[in-house]
């Protein structure tokens, strides 16, 4: 079974870090652009950043200069480090990736992990 599993959400106050990790397992043989989304309450969701397999990364302007997208593609790993966060920056964190199954390219989504940013 081919799935996403996150881990680092937390709790942290306004100007603090976190470091949000996304694992893929299963049948995959390659991976192809990697993502993070988020979603507040009663909002819908909304890219955070992205990563190619080369690298090019893009940001949503209300992240850019604060968060940092990498990938580790031996270990199957996405990372979003979260820099100088804001109470605005409070909602469940997504991680999406495009992975080739059994000579397939599909999408697929992790669970969720909520970041919460008191003031």
């Known amino acids: 079974q081919v799935q996403l599993v996150e881990s680092g959400g937390g709790l942290v106050q306004t100007g603090g870090s976190l470091r949000l990790s996304c694992t893929a397992s299963?049948?995959?043989?390659?991976?192809?652009?990697m993502g993070w989304y988020r979603q507040a309450p009663g909002e819908q969701r909304e890219l955070v950043a992205t990563?190619?397999?080369?690298?090019?990364?893009n940001f949503a302007d209300s992240v850019k200069g604060r968060f940092t997208i990498s990938r580790d593609d031996p270990k199957n790993t996405l990372y979003l480090q979260m820099n100088s966060l804001k109470p605005e920056d409070t909602a469940v964190y997504f991680c999406?990736?495009?992975?080739?199954?059994?000579?397939?390219?599909?999408?697929?989504w992790g669970q969720g992990t909520q970041v919460t940013v008191s003031t």
């Open positions: 999406n990736a495009y992975l080739f199954v059994f000579g397939r390219l599909g999408n697929y």
């Open positions: 299963g049948s995959i043989s390659s991976i192809g652009v």
């Open positions: 990563i190619t397999r080369g690298g090019s990364t």
